[in-house]
């Protein structure tokens, strides 16, 4: 299965220090900053995940993934957006078959959406039951899409992709290569009704997470050295990321040229959210600045483009250890749940663990809770 990032080093593995933030594009009102009170497991979801994931009722859909992006869709359903994607069934031991590529009945998609409604789930992808495909399809077999954040405009649904790319045989010979946006019509979501170009120039994936405020959609991204990872900082005035981009400078004023793009800080995952919570701008992300780190982490702002201040601990993974590892946390506010509903994931650097036992490669959930 020569495209399954199975591990994906560069999602865990960094040892980084911190920038200073740019100063914010204009004054922001006083606020009080959110302080962490505790996170615990969201039971609900991380229930429903795992009796979906099990349940073989139908075996073109889910049973384990990764990305774990969500938005609320009009009619009031969540889209659950996934990565990596595992469909098929699921052993009486907990075992999964291998892929088909591989003689057995797993099928591997590398994007896929769930739907979930009233609290159940199901899975969209495209092709046939028989032969699935992903909802995003790939060019080519050298190529295929990761999925981003979303956003909802004129009543579609945004998805950000980043674009991948194999360059050699060897395991890790592949690399980013550009960023998209995918529109999709909320009553057919297995394809796209349009694809468009998003900035790409400048080595930032423009997909980490996004937020609306202000009249403006802010898009965050990823400048992924490996070690270090950097915080970048676009926007777009409205609802669709197809107006016109403005990245934020060094000085904390905003550019039309992806070029000025700042490092706004460093100790950010690929994926991460900001979200706002009370007065203030509440970061959540995997701790990048510590090698493999089991520990979710928060900063504060009184701006949507910082500076983000304060780290506090929000949680450590207890699955994190020998072959396991946990990457990619970010936030859900359009969730319900008993706090802010954060989602992790779960993964391993051994291959053959991903079959042996079909829990490792599903996202977990909590409840972070503040005052």
Same mark, same amino acid.
């Given at each position: 299965?020569?495209?399954?990032?199975?591990?994906?080093?560069?999602?865990?593995?960094?040892?980084?220090?911190?920038?200073? $933030?740019?100063?914010?594009?204009?004054?922001?009102?006083?606020?009080?900053?959110?302080?962490?009170?505790?996170?615990?497991?969201?039971?609900?979801?991380?229930?429903?995940?795992?009796?979906?994931?099990?349940?073989?009722?139908?075996?073109?859909?889910?049973?384990?993934?990764?990305?774990?992006?969500?938005?609320?869709?009009?009619?009031?359903?969540?889209?659950?957006?996934?990565?990596?994607?595992?469909?098929?069934?699921?052993?009486?031991?907990?075992?999964?078959?291998?892929?088909?590529? %591989?003689?057995?009945? +797993?099928?591997?998609?590398?994007?896929?959406?769930?739907?979930?409604?009233?609290?159940?789930?199901?899975?969209?992808?495209?092709?046939?039951? $028989?032969?699935?495909?992903?909802?995003?399809?790939?060019?080519?077999?050298?190529?295929?899409?990761?999925?981003?954040?979303?956003?909802?405009?004129?009543?579609?649904? %945004?998805?950000?992709?980043?674009?991948?790319?194999?360059?050699?045989?060897?395991?890790?010979?592949?690399?980013?290569?550009?960023?998209?946006? $995918?529109?999709?019509?909320?009553?057919?979501? %297995?394809?796209?009704?349009?694809?468009?170009?998003?900035?790409?120039?400048?080595?930032?994936?423009?997909?980490?997470?996004?937020?609306?405020?202000?009249?403006?959609?802010?898009?965050?991204?990823?400048?992924?050295?490996?070690?270090?990872?950097?915080?970048?900082?676009?926007?777009?005035?409205?609802?669709?990321?197809?107006?016109?981009?403005?990245?934020?400078?060094?000085?904390?004023?905003?550019?039309?040229?992806?070029?000025?793009?700042?490092?706004?800080?460093?100790?950010?995952?690929?994926?991460?959210?900001?979200?706002?919570?009370?007065?203030?701008?509440?970061?959540?992300?995997?701790? +990048?600045?510590?090698?493999?780190?089991?520990?979710?982490? $928060?900063?504060?702002?009184?701006?949507?483009?910082?500076?983000?201040?304060?780290?506090?601990?929000?949680?450590?993974?207890?699955?994190?250890?020998?072959?396991?590892? +946990?990457?990619?946390?970010?936030?859900?506010?359009?969730?319900?749940?008993?706090?802010?509903?954060?989602?992790?994931?779960?993964?391993?650097?051994?291959?053959?663990?991903?079959?042996?036992?079909?829990?490792?490669?599903?996202?977990?959930?909590?409840?972070?809770?503040?005052?």
């Amino acid at each position: 299965m020569t495209r399954f990032r199975f591990a994906l080093a560069p999602l865990a593995i960094a040892l980084l220090g911190f920038t200073a $933030a740019p100063p914010p594009p204009a004054a922001a009102a006083a606020c009080t900053p959110a302080v962490v009170t505790g996170a615990t497991t969201d039971a609900r979801l991380t229930g429903l995940f795992t009796a979906y994931g099990n349940d073989n009722s139908r075996l073109d859909d889910w049973t384990g993934a990764d990305g774990t992006y969500s938005l609320r869709l009009p009619s009031g359903k969540e889209l659950w957006i996934f990565s990596d994607t595992f469909l098929g069934q699921v052993n009486p031991d907990g075992s999964r078959p291998p892929v088909v590529e %591989e003689g057995g009945t +797993t099928v591997f998609l590398n994007n896929s959406f769930a739907v979930e409604r009233d609290g159940r789930l199901s899975t969209v992808h495209d092709g046939t039951a $028989a032969k699935p495909a992903a909802v995003m399809p790939p060019r080519d077999a050298n190529h295929w899409f990761w999925a981003g954040d979303a956003t909802l405009a004129g009543g579609l649904v %945004e998805v950000t992709y980043q674009e991948y790319e194999r360059f050699g045989t060897g395991a890790w010979d592949w690399r980013w290569h550009r960023n998209v946006v $995918a529109r999709f019509a909320p009553g057919r979501l %297995e394809r796209p009704i349009s694809v468009h170009d998003l900035p790409s120039g400048h080595g930032v994936s423009w997909a980490s997470a996004t937020l609306k405020d202000g009249g403006y959609t802010y898009v965050y991204g990823v400048e992924d050295l490996g070690s270090p990872k950097y915080m970048h900082l676009a926007r777009v005035k409205g609802q669709s990321l197809l107006g016109t981009w403005e990245f934020l400078k060094a000085d904390g004023t905003w550019s039309a040229d992806e070029g000025d793009s700042a490092r706004i800080m460093s100790g950010v995952a690929n994926e991460y959210s900001v979200t706002r919570v009370g007065s203030s701008y509440v970061l959540i992300t995997h701790d +990048t600045s510590e090698a493999l780190s089991p520990n979710i982490v $928060a900063y504060t702002s009184c701006s949507p483009a910082g500076p983000f201040t304060g780290k506090q601990h929000v949680y450590t993974t207890p699955e994190t250890g020998g072959n396991i590892f +946990t990457y990619n946390a970010h936030a859900h506010p359009d969730v319900a749940g008993t706090g802010l509903v954060v989602s992790y994931n779960v993964n391993s650097f051994v291959n053959t663990d991903h079959y042996r036992d079909v829990t490792i490669y599903r996202p977990r959930f909590l409840d972070v809770t503040f005052r």
